[in-house]
């Protein structure tokens, strides 16, 4: 795992290529170079945020174009990647591949864009945690990273850490959301993913983002730069530092910390004639659910049935089943064309039929304790 605790941040405003390139070259150069991360004739994944099949312009997945800009850089070095993510299982990946843009752009490129629900993985166990990791991430002899930049009504923030819970392929995901049902928990599972398969580098499509009720169902932000470290957990406190959230609110980065604690103080911003205060929003909203993730456990467990964050089905529902399937804990049951139903006490509050709603029909509550709490703003 790297402990180089370097970020580099540069203005990007669009997804052109030449400001793209322009961009990348500069993050690279403030972090010594392509070459400290990858060398000629390695077998290089490329790693972007495929969560569901939403077009380009929603923000709810890496740009397509990021990614054909990373790939146009490593073929320069004659590296040729392979680009791979396993999306939500209750979303075909074909479907995903296509309106993500990602099926033509590797057609153009010449790129293998890999099925990790196909090609095998290996099982993992440390301590009580044990998942899979999709065996061409394990084969790869380097990493890039490449998420969007997004808040996340469950984690708080998805970005460079998180979006390595995407090697678990397939329907696993969901099912380890419902064995680590509790943020503390999910967050140690999301840190023992990273320790097994670290990034050598991620770079950060934050040229527009997601704030608001995301990873899917809140608003594009124009954010306009691109952010890349050899350290994702860095790169996450970055993030943090420019959206002023509080990184103990992000329990992953909690666990992580402690294997690199001088992280914080010694985190190294490196910029090319912008500073943070310039990039910085005027107005970045994090999730309406944020409360119920700052509330300590030994709360949390005497004030149960008081605190919790559930899904509500709203008109804009079309019937499509997608939350049903995504339901590890069969919360969620459905009639012939009609709206589902939720049985409140089965419910987590994982927020994985939230993500994967195509209609943005799902909205993520919270209970009346919580609310009183915000508004008077106890917490």
């Given at each position: 795992m790297n402990n180089n605790n370097t970020v580099a941040i540069a203005k990007c405003s669009t997804y052109d290529q030449a400001d793209l390139r322009k961009a990348i070259d500069q993050l690279l150069a403030n972090l010594g170079g392509l070459s400290a991360f990858v060398k000629p004739g390695q077998n290089v994944l490329i790693k972007p945020n495929l969560l569901t099949d939403r077009t380009p312009d929603e923000a709810t997945t890496t740009h397509p174009e990021a990614i054909r800009a990373i790939i146009r850089m490593l073929k320069e070095q004659n590296i040729t990647p392979v680009v791979a993510d396993s999306p939500s299982s209750a979303v075909k990946l074909e479907l995903?591949?296509?309106?993500?843009?990602f099926k033509s752009m590797c057609r153009e490129e010449n790129v293998e864009l890999v099925n990790l629900e196909q090609a095998g993985s290996s099982e993992f166990q440390t301590g009580r945690f044990r998942f899979n990791i999709a065996k061409p991430v394990l084969d790869a002899n380097a990493i890039i990273n490449v998420p969007k930049v997004k808040t996340h009504a469950f984690t708080t923030l998805t970005a460079a850490v998180k979006n390595m819970y995407g090697v678990v392929p397939g329907y696993q995901k969901a099912n380890l959301h419902k064995l680590h049902p509790t943020m503390p928990d999910f967050g140690k599972l999301i840190a023992e993913i990273y320790r097994k398969v670290s990034p050598v580098l991620t770079i950060a499509d934050a040229v527009i983002g997601m704030d608001g009720d995301g990873p899917s169902g809140g608003n594009p932000i124009n954010l306009g730069f691109l952010a890349a470290s050899g350290n994702a957990v860095a790169l996450d406190l970055a993030l943090c530092r420019i959206f002023k959230i509080k990184p103990e609110s992000i329990y992953y980065l909690k666990y992580l910390l402690k294997d690199n604690p001088l992280c914080i103080k010694e985190l190294i911003?490196?910029?090319?004639?912008?500073?943070?205060?310039?990039?910085r929003p005027a107005q970045f909203n994090l999730p309406s659910t944020i409360l119920a993730r700052l509330i300590p456990g030994p709360l949390v467990k005497l004030f149960g049935p008081l605190i919790w964050v559930r899904p509500v089905i709203t008109d804009k529902c079309i019937s499509c089943g997608r939350c049903v399937n995504a339901c590890a804990m069969k919360a969620l049951s459905m009639q012939s064309k009609q709206?589902?139903?939720?049985?409140?006490?089965?419910?987590?509050?994982?927020?994985?039929?939230?993500?994967?709603?195509?209609?943005?029909?799902i909205k993520m509550t919270q209970s009346p304790l919580l609310n009183i709490a915000r508004r008077g703003k106890m917490l």
């Open positions: 995903v591949w296509e309106k993500t843009g911003i490196k910029t090319t004639d912008i500073n943070i205060e310039s990039i709206k589902p139903v939720l049985e409140a006490k089965k419910c987590i509050g994982c927020c994985c039929c939230h993500e994967v709603c195509p209609e943005k029909a």
